[in-house]
């Protein structure tokens, strides 16, 4: 446990959350302005992307983009999109035709199947249109905290984390907070992607967090391309030598050491 300065002991999940509130103060505003000026030149453009995409649609996006480069999905997006112009209309076609749609990207009979129950699910429930409130959506069987929050901050332009792998890695490296064994277990690094957003232009920012990981912030970083290398924790602490198997976010001068995060896991647990 941390300490305050009366000396009683934080509890680890409120060190967390202030620890959390202390890294993301640091360079919180200076990160967002640099990424919204680098998005205006490297965003990347997917059809699923546009301003009045129907939200079924951006559902069913989500749900293909688990475990698929949103470059593989865009290449077959307009076969898809020939099959789900609504809950109802996905429902209509067959079995084998899904599966044909969806071969090329794999998991075809899985994802026929996930597709369709969620179709039917949402017609069931709520008579055919994808719920604009995080929690009905993730009762949906299929249909986890990240697929619910992406689309409807997607979809409905409402200010919810969106966290990926893409954005784990991110915060991981450039706050340097504990990265997480499993997303859906992590509150603080959820915390920190939604205390990330603006009020204004999060669902901008969301998109840029996502493209800055993916293109940028990779697992293998390009660092001589990055704009935040003057702040990022990562490479501030290892000028982006170090493999990032054998490097200690929270090492003896880390800013998660400082604000009470003493929960270290063991060496390997991390995904980033």
Not at 79 to 108: M, N, T, V, Y
Request: with cysteine; charged share 25%; net charge positive.
């Amino acid at each position: 446990m941390g300490r305050v300065q009366t000396g009683q002991a934080v509890p680890p999940l409120l060190g967390r959350a202030i620890g959390t509130a202390i890294l993301l103060s640091l360079t919180e505003s200076r990160f967002r302005r640099d990424l919204l000026d680098w998005s205006r030149d490297h965003s990347r453009n997917f059809p699923w992307r546009g301003g009045k995409t129907d939200p079924f649609l951006i559902l069913v996006a989500e749900i293909l983009l688990r475990k698929t480069r949103a470059e593989s999905v865009a290449r077959e997006w307009d076969s898809i999109i020939k099959l789900c112009g609504s809950p109802e209309e996905a429902l209509r076609h067959s079995e084998a035709e899904w599966e044909s749609a969806l071969r090329p990207l794999g998991l075809a009979k899985t994802r026929t199947r996930v597709i369709r129950e969620i179709s039917r699910e949402l017609l069931v429930r709520h008579m055919g249109s994808v719920p604009s409130s995080p929690e009905l959506l993730a009762r949906v069987p299929g249909i986890g905290p990240y697929i619910a929050n992406a689309t409807i901050a997607f979809a409905y332009d409402v200010k919810l984390p969106v966290l990926d792998v893409n954005v784990h890695r991110v915060l991981v490296r450039v706050f340097g907070m504990w990265p997480a064994q499993e997303l859906h277990k992590a509150p603080h690094l959820w915390a920190a992607a939604r205390e990330i957003l603006p009020e204004k232009g999060h669902r901008q920012l969301t998109l840029a967090l996502l493209d800055f990981g993916a293109s940028v912030c990779m697992a293998t970083p390009k660092c001589v391309a990055c704009f935040a290398r003057e702040y990022c924790h990562f490479y501030v602490t290892t000028n982006g030598t170090l493999s990032e198997k054998l490097w200690n976010p929270a090492g003896p001068n880390g800013p998660t050491d400082r604000a009470g995060f003493r929960e270290v896991p063991k060496h390997g647990q991390g995904e980033a």
